[in-house]
């Protein structure tokens, strides 16, 4: 497997591992599949694959008993569509060599539970990053302003060797310029490579800022 994808995926259940313990949710990762015990925390999927090897019917057996929940299918290799489940999004992993640390008068991290609470209003994650986020070490919930104005945001989380950066979003009439964050992450987080995954426009910033793809996706949801 190419080294970066594997990066990319193992920060991915990282993220996943950690958001769980904010919301107390229990987890087990066997047979190259991991889950949640309990409905794992808004916008995430019950079930990540880890490894290419996984099954549909691994994962079927692994999600027994459960009307509803999601799938991500790291590898891009299931067809869960006969199991009643529907294809919410393909997207792809990212990655990019570490970037030269700059501070950014317009990149910041954000400190203060107001501040969040303004960062998530425009992301509809409210429920998801909880204040005890700005006290983990590893987290950096990274906010552009413009103009006295927020104008969009990323997450940055250091993992092992390599920086998770997600939920990049941007106010309408303003758009990300992923070298500059990229840049902005390096401040926190130096010498690190960078992954995630992306999807349409977002994803073609990415490339225009230095990221190169390196897998696919699936989410399933039913």
Do not use: Q
Request: glycine letters at 10%; aromatic letters at 8%; a negative charge.
């Amino acid at each position: 497997m190419d080294p970066r994808l594997r990066s990319a995926v193992d920060a991915s259940v990282g993220w996943y591992e950690d958001l769980c313990t904010l919301h107390g949710v229990g987890s087990v990762l066997s047979d190259g599949l991991w889950s949640a015990l309990d409905p794992p925390p808004p916008l995430h999927s019950d079930a990540v694959a880890v490894e290419p090897e996984v099954t549909a019917d691994r994962v079927l057996a692994r999600l027994e008993g459960r009307e509803h929940g999601g799938v991500k299918d790291s590898f891009a290799a299931m067809d869960l569509s006969g199991a009643g489940f529907g294809l919410l999004f393909s997207a792809t992993w990212i990655h990019r060599e570490a970037a030269r640390p700059a501070a950014s008068s317009e990149w910041s991290a954000v400190t203060t539970g107001p501040e969040l609470a303004e960062w998530t209003s425009h992301h509809d994650t409210r429920d998801v990053l909880l204040p005890p986020l700005l006290r983990r070490a590893h987290f950096r919930i990274l906010a552009r302003r413009a103009g006295g104005h927020l104008v969009a945001g990323a997450v940055a989380r250091l993992g092992s060797g390599t920086v998770d950066v997600s939920n990049v979003y941007a106010v309408p009439g303003h758009h990300v310029d992923w070298a500059e964050l990229a840049a902005a992450v390096a401040v926190y987080f130096p010498d690190r490579p960078l992954v995630g995954y992306e999807r349409g426009e977002p994803l073609s910033a990415a490339r225009d800022g230095g990221f190169t793809p390196v897998g696919e996706l699936r989410v399933w949801v039913r």
